[in-house]
Nanobody, 123 residues
């Protein structure tokens, strides 16, 4: 069974940084599109960044220049480095995976496997 486990969330002040990690088991990341999504209370889940099987990366406009995604294929890990965090970045962050290529890397419905989430709070 495919499993995704996130870690690295926490509480920081505005302008600070956090690094999230998503460890995948049951398959290798090179065969899947992977992404980070977030959901704030009362809001829809939104795409933060997606990486397809060819290494194409798509960032949400709200995080461009501040967030950086990196795949560590030998470790089956997807990392998200978040710099210059803002209060509006506060949300539960989820790692997601989809077999093969998907047309919309930032579209939650394209993904079939999800982690349990890790909370990020920026004050």
């Amino acid at each position: 069974e495919v499993q995704l486990v996130e870690s690295g969330g926490g509480s920081v002040q505005a302008g600070g940084s956090l690094r999230l990690s998503c460890v995948a088991s049951g398959y290798t990341t090179v065969s899947y599109c992977m992404g980070w999504f977030r959901q704030a209370p009362g809001k829809n889940r939104e795409g933060v960044v997606g990486v397809d099987t060819y290494g194409r990366i798509e960032y949400a406009n709200s995080v461009k220049g501040r967030f950086t995604v990196a795949e560590d294929s030998p470790e089956n890990t997807l990392r998200l480095l978040m710099n210059d965090l803002k209060p509006e970045d506060t949300a539960m962050y989820y790692c997601a995976a989809a077999r093969g290529r998907v047309p919309g890397l930032l579209v939650a419905d394209e993904y079939t496997n999800w982690g349990q989430g890790t909370q990020v709070t920026v004050s």
